[in-house]
């Protein structure tokens, strides 16, 4: 009783994993360029600045964030940002810093895996960028995946 309870949706399509991320966390992790699809505006830390930040500020807290992204990072509108594991860095670096920032070191942290997309220009992508997102549970407590292979565009 007494602690009020609600679902904060933020979805911005054809955002790169830039965009969500700090300009602190984009210099640790060494991020490349970001890009942006579909004609929106913004660029790195924009998400990040307007609907991130603002919850740095309390005196809120979430339970856990639950992740989907990727398909910009994924030569899905953007360049492929997985080689060398870039990906996988820069995933881990923000959500270090959201969990510092937000001041919720055991902040919960669920990734959706990238839904299956038929590009038959480019078969790796995607599949690499799942791996990365995966990845963040053997570096990350308190994180979690979650497949969406049974869904997309087989």
Known sequence: ?????GAIEQSYGGTSI?????SDAIRK???PVATQCCGQEGGPSCLYNTQIHPYTIGPMQ???VLWYQGEQNAN?????QTSGSIYSTMLQVMLQDWRSLLQQPDLIFGTCLLAPWNNTE???SFAELR????NLTAYASRSFVISTLDQGDP
């Open 29 to 31: 992790s060494q991020a």
């Open 1 to 5: 009783g007494g602690v009020p309870i």
């Open 76 to 80: 899905c509108g953007g360049p492929t």
């Open 122 to 124: 480019d078969l790796t």
């Open 18 to 22: 830039q965009f969500w991320m700090s």
């Open 131 to 134: 791996l990365q997102q995966a």
């Open 62 to 64: 979430f339970y856990a």
